[in-house]
């Protein structure tokens, strides 16, 4: 729960009030999360970070992120082909950027895209030679979109062979 307020006096009265409300359904606030901050200085909710600029992916949320890619792209998975780690990835994708797609997110969407395609890449590197990869070898953004990988950016503002996707 967010309460606003536009003085600190008047947090600390709602804060007071939320607690009995919450103690009246036998519930009691968490000290740990409950925080009193300004606009300006932000804060985190279900995911987003809130200012007063506005809306953007929280920290927690990114970092889950980056964790469910590293594991789907794991360099290490055996004999496992490519089409199926971007299946496995696809759905991660498609979910968290449906789930994030509002707020200021393009050069964070862009940025996600470029290193989800380089952990591809070093998945795919692996498997072919360990030491040495020919440039040529080395896929495309335009072959990973034929090979199916998610863009989180067209998310934003798809290409029309897409919007039936979304």
Not at 25 to 41: G, I
Not at 96 to 113: A, C, E, I, P, S
Not at 134 to 161: D, V
């Amino acid at each position: 729960m967010v309460i606003l307020c536009r003085r600190a006096d008047e947090c600390t009265a709602a804060l007071e009030c939320a607690g009995g409300v919450l103690a009246g359904l036998k519930l009691q606030l968490n000290a740990e999360k409950s925080v009193v901050t300004s606009c300006k200085a932000g804060f985190d909710f279900l995911g987003f970070h809130f200012t007063n600029r506005g809306r953007t992916i929280g920290t927690k949320s990114l970092q889950g992120f980056y964790g469910k890619v590293r594991e789907a792209t794991r360099r290490l998975q055996g004999d496992r082909p490519v089409a199926e780690v971007i299946g496995t990835l696809t759905p991660l994708l498609r979910g968290w950027g449906q789930y994030h797609r509002q707020g200021h997110n393009v050069g964070m969407f862009t940025k996600l895209d470029k290193w989800v395609r380089q952990r591809l890449r070093g998945y795919m590197k692996r498997r072919w030679c360990p030491r040495r990869w020919p440039q040529e070898n080395r896929p495309t953004t335009a072959e990973f979109e034929q090979m199916g990988l998610f863009s989180l950016r067209r998310i934003l503002r798809p290409h029309p062979s897409q919007l039936e996707l979304l």
